[in-house]
């Protein structure tokens, strides 16, 4: 009850359309989720759908190509673990098995909500992210679990298993590393070549490519064969929102309204719509083996 208060409170902090309408404005958010984005498009496995008719394993999907192995694997063997531990019945304290129970059911509800309803999600799990701690709170057990089951193991078979584990962190973290700011881009291999990923998935959606690219225009620019006109600004058309671009707009340069009177074009590669102008490529943004936005010499 507590834990439940102390959140509702921190989520009003955050939701003014709550502050203003406690009762009614949580349901009827909830309610236009099922129905405001219906007609945005998603890209997933390689089709092309309206969010209010995508897959019904659209979010859980993306959860699984999304989420590192090896943390799929600790989910996995947490979920088991408890479910397991459960089925016994209780042991000790009635209330602590039914917290128990209460927690796993808390962790399952929003993803198999989403399941039975099909609100309009798009975007991955970008609605589900207060779905994630509950998971990740049953990988932590999951380690816990297996280190009072390595307890009584040889110590090589303790630091064996430690150094499996802190590998894993290392090197996810070293990939977060590699990937910033686009973090939110990473794949597993579930989602197959990461060079085709572009094409059945979406990547960049939040256009954090746009002021990247503008910001690399002055150099690009400056290269010799560059669209640049004396005394003329250099007309830029860029894919995706204008108000992500505008504030980024270098010196020199003016945002257009169509391809056709534009001497470069910018986009990332969500929906494939870099495809959308014929251009050499002089400016290209890779992150783990992906090609996320590209800037393209149109005359």
């Not at 359309?17 to 949580?26: H, M, T």
């Not at 298993?161 to 597993?188: D, E, K, S, T, W």
């Not at 309204?257 to 495809?275: K, V």
Request: hydrophobic share 50%; charged share 15%; glycine share 8%.
């Amino acid at each position: 009850m507590l834990t439940g208060a102390t959140a509702f409170v921190v989520v009003l902090l955050f939701f003014p359309r709550a502050q203003f309408q406690i009762f009614s404005g949580l349901p009827d958010v909830a309610a236009r989720l099922h129905s405001s984005a219906a007609e945005i498009p998603l890209l997933f496995a390689g089709q092309v759908s309206d969010a209010g008719d995508g897959p019904i394993t659209y979010a859980h999907g993306f959860f699984l190509i999304s989420t590192p192995l090896w943390m799929l694997l600790l989910l996995a063997l947490g979920i088991g673990l408890l479910v397991r531990h459960l089925t016994r019945g209780p042991e000790g304290l009635m209330v602590h098995w039914f917290v128990q129970c209460l927690f796993l059911a808390a962790a399952a509800f929003p993803w198999v909500y989403i399941l039975v309803t099909q609100p309009a999600l798009h975007n991955g799990i970008r609605h589900l992210l207060f779905g994630i701690p509950p998971l990740v709170v049953l990988m932590a057990y999951a380690v816990d679990q297996m280190a009072e089951l390595l307890a009584e193991r040889p110590r090589m078979v303790q630091g064996t298993a430690g150094g499996l584990l802190a590998g894993c962190i290392i090197l996810q973290v070293a990939g977060l590393v590699r990937m910033h700011p686009y973090q939110y881009v990473a794949f597993n291999m579930f989602a197959g070549d990461r060079t085709t990923i572009p094409n059945r998935y979406e990547t960049e959606y939040w256009f954090t490519s746009s002021r990247h690219l503008l910001e690399a225009m002055p150099a690009i620019i400056s290269q010799e064969g560059s669209a640049i006109r004396p005394g003329q600004p250099v007309k830029l058309r860029i894919a995706g929102p204008l108000n992500a671009a505008r504030p980024f707009v270098p010196d020199g340069c003016v945002l257009v309204d169509s391809i056709e009177e534009a001497d470069y074009y910018l986009s990332n590669t969500t929906f494939r719509t870099d495809l959308l102008a014929e251009g050499e490529v002089v400016y290209q943004i890779n992150r783990g083996g992906m090609t996320l936005g590209v800037v393209k010499q149109l005359q």
